[in-house]
């Protein structure tokens, strides 16, 4: 039997894993990793409940030099917090999720949340609004999650972005859309405070990033619902939809809005681990990392140049 391992096999299972101090310690670190493992509400396929620490796992095996920034994003601190666990209630989850967004909200650091299903980002979301001004939210995603609940709770992942520009009223850029109910339909015709740019009017292209930006605010949460990317690179996530964007131009708009806005805090949710299958996770720990790269460039040194 072999029983060498990877060098990745023996960092911390930290994001990243980083293995100094200085650069993964709370007190030290700007950003926070929450992971949230919690499928309370799917609706199709299942394994959201393990994404977030299988996205924390791989991404072990990432060079930590980004090479479109040319810095180590991980030097600004990146602090993985212990994995967050289900709830017995939809309602409970979603409360005891908003005390503790609202506590490391109100600590200044960036908190970077990974799930678990769409429904989690809710009470993070909140938690940002209450702490920070002229907030807008930019969504990645397949479908508009406008719903007002969905199989009994509100709380659903499918109402998602309910929560957010009807509850809440926090404008909102919706991109990559591709999925939508007749009531969803509907409620877009209510004057909400939204805007939608369908994948099938933006796939392929970049042409549309300065206006989608733009016309966001100033102070700008990031969510990511990694079935926004086509389903060719992330198969596994709960419900997948054909025909979504590229790496490259989700990487182009994420880019753009951290030149553009400021980034106040992010999440990427919907990955659905499967053992064995391991890219997914990669992708998914690469596209945060990358967004770190550009919300922080200008904090960060260039490594030659």
């Known amino acids: 039997m072999n029983t060498d391992m990877s060098e990745s096999a023996t960092l911390p299972l930290n994001f990243g894993g980083i293995d100094e101090e200085e650069y993964s310690s709370f007190d030290a670190s700007k950003v926070l990793i929450l992971p949230v493992s919690y499928e309370g509400t799917v609706s199709y396929g299942t394994g959201t409940g ?65 799930g678990g299903e769409h429904s989690v980002s809710a009470p993070v979301i909140q938690a940002h609004n209450e702490r ?31 929560r957010v520009v009807k509850d809440m009223r926090i404008p909102s850029v919706q991109v990559g859309i591709r999925s939508i109910s007749v009531d969803e339909a509907i409620s877009l015709k209510e004057n909400l405070p939204t805007k939608i740019y369908w994948a099938r009017d933006i796939v392929g292209r970049t042409d549309w990033i300065d206006e989608a930006v733009d016309s966001l605010t100033d102070n700008v949460y990031l969510t990511i619902d990694i079935d926004g990317l086509d389903p060719s690179i992330v198969p596994t996530t709960g419900t997948p939809e054909p025909g979504g964007l590229g790496w ?50 200008d904090e960060l040194e260039k490594v030659t140049s």
């Open 248 to 297: 490259y131009e989700t990487l182009t708009l994420i880019r753009k809005l951290a030149a553009k806005k400021r980034v106040i805090g992010m999440d990427l949710v919907e990955y659905s681990y499967f053992e064995n299958y391991d890219s997914p996770a990669f992708l998914c720990s690469k596209l945060v990392y990358k967004s770190l790269a550009y919300i922080f460039e």
């Open 50 to 114: 393990a994404g977030a620490m299988a996205i924390v796992d791989a991404s072990r095996n990432m060079e930590l030099y980004e090479e479109e920034t040319d810095t180590e994003p991980y030097k600004v601190g990146i602090h993985t917090l212990p994995e967050f666990a289900p709830r017995e209630t939809p309602e409970k989850m979603m409360s005891d999720l908003y005390e503790l967004s609202k506590e490391l909200v109100d600590k200044g650091k960036f908190v970077c949340m990974l």
């Open 132 to 162: 920070y001004e002229n907030m807008s939210v930019l969504q990645i995603d397949a479908h508009a999650d406008l719903r007002d609940t969905y199989d009994g709770t509100p709380h659903s992942h499918a109402s998602i972005m309910a």
